[in-house]
Structures are given as C-alpha cells and as structure tokens.
C-alpha cells in the first residue's frame, strides 16, 4: 500500500502561484508513475501533469502548459506541481495519484489507471 497526502493548496488571486506537494509513504517503490488530476464541482476528475520515475519524461494538459511544471525528488518520496500564472478556471481540488506499474494497461492521462490516491488539496483562485 501507498499513501499519499497533499498540501499546499489555499487561495490565491489571478496571475498569482502556488506550489503543491504530494508525500508518498509505505511502499514508495510502488510510485513509479505519478500524476496530479483536479475536480470541479460537477465535473469529472480531470488530467493536469504526469511525471516517470526518473523525472525524464513529463506531460500536461493543454490547459496548464507553459504555467505549470511537475518534478519529483524521490529521495524525499514527494511530487510537486509549481502553478503559476493561476487564473480562476484553474480553481478546482487538486489530487495527486501514483502507478506502480512501469507499463501500465490504461492510459497514465486517465484517472482509473492509477492505483492510489491522495485526499486532495483545495485551490481557489479569485480573480
């Protein structure tokens, strides 16, 4: 099993940034794949960033490149996401979620694929 547990989020207004953080602990070998997805209400659980374990291949979602930035430090076991130039439809609860398989069945840009997930870090942007 792996946990996850996220922090960093809060209120921010428009332009502004904020760094998130996903810690991973219990069996941190099983993160070899990483991910953050955010949720609006009403919406479904949507794809933002993903990294690999060595941090050499990274992806975003249209709507964050150029402004967000995805990295991971797995001596400290942990995932972040630097957020910048936030505007207000980026407001949405942010969930980190880890894959321990290298080549996993399902596509890493999708939410079922991954196996475990955090509880979710609020972000509110006000314009």
């Known amino acids: 099993q792996v946990q996850l547990v996220e922090s960093g989020g809060g209120l921010v207004q428009a332009g502004g940034s904020l760094r998130l953080s996903c810690v991973a602990s219990?069996?941190?070998?099983?993160?070899?794949?990483m991910g953050w997805f955010r949720r609006t209400p009403g919406k479904e659980r949507e794809f933002v960033a993903r990294i690999s374990w060595s941090g050499k291949f990274t992806d975003y979602a249209d709507s964050v490149k150029g402004r967000f930035f995805i990295s991971r430090d797995n001596v400290k076991n942990t995932v972040y996401l630097q957020m910048n130039s936030l505007n207000p439809e980026d407001t949405a609860v942010y969930y980190c979620?880890?894959?321990?398989?290298?080549?996993?069945?399902?596509?890493?840009?999708?939410?079922?694929?991954?196996?475990?997930w955090g509880q979710g870090t609020q972000v509110t942007v006000t314009s």
């Open positions: 219990g069996r941190t070998g099983s993160t070899f794949h």
């Open positions: 979620a880890a894959e321990p398989k290298e080549y996993p069945s399902g596509s890493l840009y999708e939410e079922r694929t991954y196996d475990y």
